[in-house]
């Protein structure tokens, strides 16, 4: 193999002691960082999300709550607990764990979550801050994009980038901070280089109707989050030396084994040979996406400590 794996734990362990060391200080000082999630029905995929949080806050000391609401809640009451929540100064971070039960709108609901408290990073205001190039609750999976893009070590300035996907909480947002140049990222106007690059967004209709390859072999760095075709952009269609950050999981059973495995939209096998970097499914996005989780409640404890 030539390509370089762009593992995330080496990221996380880096974002997670940071997390660490900074919650022990809020403590000193009377302040203990709460996250609370609320889980409409019984997902499970929707629960082993949830253990997978508790168990990180756990790690750095942030006190974790999941709230459980039947599957037979209403839209109003799902949207009063999310009320409750907004005013309990108690609670530093709020995310409502998806999908919600048939007959909700869970993404209404999501966006009642106050500003300061969405630690999602999902809320129209949270949305509209990374539009505007100053976000602070960015969404987290796009967040991780960014840091793996870094631990490349390529600079993105004036590179080609494509961005497979265009879901608002990972394909949009990932594309405008990769666009930025620079960020502005608390109220005293400090500055953050990101990446200014030229970015290229692709969708379904890029496929069906058009030529995906022909964006993606132009991608100096390619991020891709589709999730639907275990192999859905294949060797043939990557430039040689590129980035490539798969930011899909697609679980598919093993039919020899009758196990489950993780699959990515990119053929690694293909791949590996081809590209300079690329980031292993699972153990690249993922676990960059827990920290920083962690990250933004920390910044949540902030942002409401300043009035």
């Given amino acids: 193999m030539s390509a370089r794996l762009l593992e995330g734990k080496p990221i996380a362990e880096v974002i997670r002691a940071k997390v660490k060391a900074d919650v ?10 709460k996250l609370v999630a609320v889980l409409a029905g019984d997902d499970p995929g929707a629960k082993f999300y949830a253990g997978a949080q508790e168990k990180a806050c756990s790690e750095v000391g942030i006190g974790y709550e999941l709230r459980q609401l039947p599957d ?3 839209q109003a009451e799902l949207e009063g607990a999310i009320a ?11 995310l409502l764990l998806m999908p919600a039960p048939k007959g ?3 993404a209404k609901a999501q966006a009642l979550v106050a500003m300061r408290k969405d630690v999602d990073g999902v809320s129209p205001a949270n949305l509209g801050n990374v539009v505007l190039g100053r976000p602070r609750l960015a969404p987290c999976t796009a967040m991780s994009v960014i840091e793996l893009v870094r631990a490349s070590g390529v600079d993105a300035y004036g590179k080609e980038v494509v961005m497979v996907g265009s879901s608002e909480i990972v394909g949009k947002p990932a594309a405008l901070l990769l666009v930025d140049k620079y960020i502005t990222t608390d109220k005293d106007g400090r500055t953050d280089k990101l990446a200014g690059a030229t970015v290229t967004i692709c969708h379904i209709g890029t496929s069906q109707k058009g030529d995906l390859g022909a964006h993606t072999r132009r991608a100096d760095i390619l991020v891709t989050a589709v999730g639907v075709k275990p192999g859905l952009i294949t060797g043939d269609m990557l430039k040689a030396g590129a980035i490539v950050i798969d930011v899909a999981t697609i679980r598919v059973k093993d039919e020899a084994t009758g196990k489950m495995k993780t699959y990515g939209d990119v053929d690694f096998e293909g791949a ?3 590209v300079a970097a690329i980031t292993p499914v699972p153990g690249g996005v993922g676990v960059v996406t ?12 902030r942002w409401q400590g300043e009035g």
């Fill in 290 to 301: 827990t920290a920083i989780l962690l990250r933004n409640t920390l910044e949540a404890v």
């Fill in 72 to 74: 037979t809640i209403t």
């Fill in 24 to 33: 022990e200080a809020l403590k000193a000082k009377g302040i203990r960082p």
């Fill in 104 to 106: 909700l709108n869970g």
């Fill in 272 to 274: 590996k040979e081809k």
């Fill in 84 to 94: 409750e929540l907004n005013d309990d100064k108690g609670v530093h971070g709020v």
